[in-house]
C-alpha cells in the first residue's frame, strides 16, 4: 500500500471514528451567523456546507455557547480538505484551534484516529514532492497539535528517497545542519514553543 493509500485509508478510519458525534442544536453568535446559520450547523455532517465549515474552523472559540463540541463534531470535515490543501484556513490556525479543544483528551478512539492521520500525513508528505500542503506547513501542524517535533525529525532523517531529500534541500542553507529547533513552526497558545528535538536539529527558513 502506498503512502497516499496509506493516508486515505487513515481518513476514513477518521470518518468512522467521528461518525459517533451526533448532531445537536448549535447555539453561538446570531449576529455573525445568523439563525440560518446555526441551524445549518446543527444539522448532519455531510449537509454542512463547506464554507460554513471553513468559517467556523476559523472562528473565536467565545462566539459559540459549546465550541471545543462543535469543533470535534466538524474534524473529520476540516481535516480531509486540510491535508489535501484545500481547506481555507491556515494550518497554523487550525493547530491553535486543536490545542485549544484539548484534542489528545478526547475519547481514544476519536484522539487515536487523530494520531493516526498525523503519522501517515506525515509520511505522505516525506515520500511526495511537491506535496499538498508545504512541509513547513504540515510540520508546524503536527508539532503545536502534539507538543513534540523530535519524531518527526526523526523520520525525515530516516527516510532515504528523492522526496524527503528534496523537501529538505530549501530548508537547509548551505545543505548544513543547525544546533537550534526549527523556527517559525506557528504560533502556540500561552507563549509555548515546541519541544526541542535531537542536538543537531533542522533550522526550517
Given at each position: 500500500?502506498s503512502h497516499?493509500?496509506q493516508?486515505?485509508?487513515a481518513?476514513?478510519?477518521?470518518?468512522?471514528?467521528?461518525?459517533?458525534?451526533?448532531?445537536?442544536?448549535i447555539?453561538?453568535c446570531?449576529?455573525?451567523?445568523?439563525?440560518?446559520?446555526?441551524t445549518?450547523?446543527?444539522r448532519?455532517l455531510?449537509?454542512?456546507?463547506?464554507?460554513?465549515?471553513?468559517?467556523?474552523?476559523?472562528?473565536?472559540?467565545?462566539?459559540?455557547?459549546?465550541f471545543?463540541?462543535?469543533f470535534?463534531r466538524l474534524v473529520?470535515?476540516?481535516?480531509?480538505?486540510?491535508?489535501?490543501g484545500q481547506?481555507?484556513?491556515s494550518?497554523?490556525?487550525?493547530a491553535t484551534?486543536l490545542?485549544?479543544?484539548?484534542?489528545?483528551?478526547w475519547?481514544?478512539?476519536l484522539?487515536?484516529?487523530?494520531?493516526?492521520v498525523?503519522?501517515?500525513?506525515?509520511?505522505a508528505?516525506?515520500?511526495?514532492h511537491?506535496s499538498p500542503?508545504?512541509?513547513r506547513?504540515t510540520?508546524g501542524l503536527?508539532?503545536v497539535?502534539?507538543?513534540s517535533?523530535?519524531?518527526?525529525?526523526d523520520?525525515w532523517?530516516?527516510?532515504?528517497?528523492?522526496a524527503?531529500d528534496?523537501?529538505?534541500?530549501?530548508g537547509?542553507?548551505?545543505?548544513?545542519?543547525?544546533?537550534?529547533?526549527?523556527t517559525?513552526?506557528?504560533?502556540r497558545?500561552?507563549?509555548?514553543s515546541?519541544?526541542r528535538?535531537?542536538?543537531?536539529e533542522?533550522?526550517?527558513?
Amino acid at each position: 500500500m502506498s503512502h497516499h493509500q496509506q493516508l486515505m485509508t487513515a481518513l476514513d478510519a477518521l470518518d468512522r471514528a467521528f461518525a459517533s458525534e451526533e448532531p445537536f442544536p448549535i447555539g453561538g453568535c446570531p449576529y455573525c451567523y445568523g439563525e440560518e446559520g446555526l441551524t445549518e450547523l446543527s444539522r448532519p455532517l455531510h449537509l454542512i456546507p463547506d464554507d460554513l465549515v471553513s468559517a467556523t474552523a476559523g472562528e473565536v472559540p467565545s462566539h459559540w455557547d459549546d465550541f471545543p463540541r462543535l469543533f470535534r463534531r466538524l474534524v473529520p470535515r476540516i481535516i480531509r480538505p486540510l491535508v489535501a490543501g484545500q481547506f481555507h484556513v491556515s494550518e497554523e490556525l487550525i493547530a491553535t484551534r486543536l490545542v485549544e479543544t484539548g484534542w489528545s483528551t478526547w475519547d481514544a478512539p476519536l484522539a487515536d484516529a487523530l494520531r493516526t492521520v498525523w503519522t501517515a500525513w506525515w509520511q505522505a508528505t516525506l515520500h511526495t514532492h511537491p506535496s499538498p500542503v508545504s512541509i513547513r506547513d504540515t510540520l508546524g501542524l503536527i508539532t503545536v497539535a502534539t507538543d513534540s517535533l523530535r519524531p518527526r525529525l526523526d523520520i525525515w532523517t530516516a527516510t532515504r528517497t528523492p522526496a524527503a531529500d528534496t523537501h529538505l534541500a530549501p530548508g537547509i542553507p548551505c545543505g548544513r545542519w543547525q544546533s537550534r529547533a526549527p523556527t517559525g513552526l506557528g504560533s502556540r497558545p500561552q507563549g509555548k514553543s515546541p519541544s526541542r528535538g535531537p542536538s543537531t536539529e533542522m533550522e526550517l527558513l
